[in-house]
Antibody, heavy 117, light 110 residues
């Protein structure tokens, strides 16, 4: 069965960077886009961006321009999302998801990133 | 990149039907047949319930159905069950690198 397993919770100081990993199994890694979505406590879902492990193409929401980097390692079926210049408003649960037909078909368990001085 | 508009809450009794709306614009919901709906229980990851406006992934009960008219998409849950109580989010493709979500609707089963 398809599984996406994310790295553990992180606590970062303002201005630092965080890198979240997402290890995929149960399907051919390069066959689907991986998207990243975040959710602040008690708030809604916010789409961040995507990576296509086959083509190497990536994209992100304009809001994260200059701060987000999405990478991958095909050899270990893992995608990464790095967010820099962290501020308190970036405190949220970050999800990776396998995207099919422009929808999140399978989701990771989420990674809590806390930004606090 | 504006969010889609959903009612904050909806409710129904067991066995009844409830419909949740998702209003966008002619640049997102109205322009593409790539509207999806997600169910999220507290502390859990979202689960895809509907994609491409009205398609159900394998394993999703046929009590869940989706539709679209103009700039508004809808999710209907028929034969409400206690386990349907959750938050529901819509999303729509809106062009390159633009995929807004709705603010979410809390569905309560009375």
């Amino acid at each position: 069965q398809v599984q996406l397993v994310q790295s553990g919770a992180e606590v970062k100081k303002p201005g630092a960077s965080v890198k979240v990993s997402c290890k995929a199994s149960g399907y051919t890694f390069i066959s689907s886009d991986i998207n990243w979505v975040r959710q602040a406590s008690g708030q809604g879902l916010e789409w961040m961006g995507w990576v296509n492990p086959n083509s190497g193409n990536t994209g992100h929401a304009q809001k994260f321009q200059g701060r987000v980097t999405m990478t991958w390692d095909t050899s270990i079926s893992t995608a990464y999302m790095e967010l820099s210049s962290l501020r308190s408003e970036d405190t949220a649960v970050y999800y990776c998801a396998r995207w099919i037909a422009l929808a999140g078909a399978n989701w990771g368990q989420g990674t809590l990133v806390t930004v606090s001085s | 990149q504006s969010a889609l508009t959903q009612p904050p809450s909806a409710s129904g009794s067991p066995g009844q039907s409830v419909t949740i709306s998702c209003t966008g614009t002619s640049s997102d919901v109205g322009a593409y047949n790539f509207v999806s709906w997600y169910q999220q229980h507290p502390g859990k990851a979202p689960k895809l319930m509907i994609y491409e406006v009205s398609k159900r992934p394998s394993g999703v009960p046929d009590r869940f159905s989706g539709s679209k008219s103009g700039n508004t998409a809808s999710l209907t849950v028929s034969g409400l069950q206690a386990e349907d109580e959750a938050d529901y989010y819509c999303s729509s493709f809106a062009g390159s690198n633009n995929l807004p979500f709705g603010g979410g609707t809390k569905l309560t089963v009375l």
